[in-house]
């Protein structure tokens, strides 16, 4: 039988790699690495290429384009899960490393079920999610007492249900705030949220940046890997 | 200037500590532990000391009383904030370990505004929430492509509030729901989602327990500290 392990590297230090992703990339035959297109930077690679001690793993690209036509998208998924599959049918183990948690909007779970587990079993380490990141980055919560958490992808043309979200929810985390930022603001605006969002990018690296003036969001360009969160009870770090 | 992390240590497993926490946990003067009363044990010291290996750090117990006056409870914030300040002071350095992450409902952000910010500089780490070490463990998605995501503590008397969560949401994760077991029956049955749900307890342990039979949901117990998972989609292992 073979082993997969599908292993959530965090959102960026590498030492927010569990000890548990650590030794397991350092025990399989293979490590499975999410690239755009074949040749180009593996982001989950460059986060725990420095916890990498097992020189005779072979590192595998798997290609995800980031285009978001589901045809083309779902017969990748088949052939990377397939590939992986052969490569670790009879005996061979392997780590399917993914941004941040396999849980949350993840390569790995859009693959898992094309890999054929009569031959390979699978098991599922967390990691790290950004939103936790972002807000622990931040020295803000969450959520707490009875409050609730809502976590929604910003899609286009989303300014109603942006809006509810707001108007019914404690708190929110727009991953992907930059898919519709007219929008976003407008559902402040609407709710009487001005102050009371943080938009977050680079979480926990050097460039970290945080914006929560309403005209700076208003004037310039959300960067598209960041994060907003919105909190009811304001953001003041405590 | 004192230095305090605010550590989350992850659901169970010793291994889902960070390398940063277990660094910061061996690098640090003293080491805060929560627990229920004096002299009882502390589930987040017992995750983490096999990664304890400087010898000569100080545990300090933190009381956290269970009950929920709130009154009592934020005169014992101020106590152990006001605590861990006198011991930092200087230039101490401390590790305050919590459960989970500590953006999602920790006893570490309930204290932090009582950490004297004057003399103690405060740094938080993020940690493995219950819920995306539920969804791996049990090798599914929480939330995937442009769904949303809800994590909701049950509270009693708070029936409507769920049929009207899950009505409205493509995933949901409901935190304490023994608090009213029969509302969250009704609220699953009243959305025909009887098949679409897994209550899971002791996640990641060798007394893992997944329920996803409504009868049995019915006929038993919930246990205290469980989790439960609710999809639209269905929860099948894929």
Redesign the interface.
């Known amino acids: 039988m073979g082993k997969l392990y599908?292993i959530?590297v965090?959102p960026g230090?590498?030492?927010?790699?569990?000890?548990?992703g650590?030794?397991l990339i350092n025990s399989v035959d293979y490590l499975f690495c999410p690239v755009k297109k074949e040749g180009s930077e593996s982001f989950a690679y460059e986060i725990i290429k420095s916890?990498l001690e097992n020189r005779s793993v072979q590192i595998v690209e798997l290609v995800y384009p980031m285009h978001y036509k589901e045809d083309a998208l779902k017969s990748m998924w088949q052939l990377n899960g397939e590939k992986v599959t052969e490569m670790l049918s009879g005996d061979k183990s392997g780590a399917f490393i993914t941004l941040g948690?396999?849980?949350?909007?993840?390569t790995f779970?859009?693959t898992?079920?094309y890999i054929d587990k009569s031959v390979v079993e699978?098991e599922?380490?967390?990691?790290?999610?950004s939103f936790?990141?972002t807000?622990?980055?931040m020295?803000?919560?969450?959520?707490?007492?009875?409050?609730?958490?809502?976590?929604?992808?910003v899609?286009k043309n989303s300014g109603e249900t942006l809006s509810k979200?707001l108007r019914e929810?404690d708190n929110a985390v727009f991953m992907k705030p930059a898919s519709d930022q007219a929008a976003l603001v407008e559902a402040l605006r609407n709710n009487g949220l001005e102050n009371n969002f943080a938009l977050i990018s680079k979480t926990g690296t050097e460039q970290q940046n945080v914006i929560t003036d309403i005209h700076t969001l208003e004037q310039g360009e959300m960067p598209y890997l960041s994060t907003m969160v919105v909190k009811k009870k304001g953001i003041a770090k405590?």
Do not use: F, Q
């Open positions: 599908g959530g965090g230090d590498p030492d927010l790699l569990t000890i548990k650590k030794k916890h948690d396999p849980s949350v909007y993840s779970m859009y898992m079920p699978v599922v380490v967390p990691g790290i999610t936790c990141a807000a622990c980055a020295g803000i919560p969450l959520v707490e007492w009875e409050e609730g958490l809502v976590i929604y992808p899609r979200i929810n405590s």
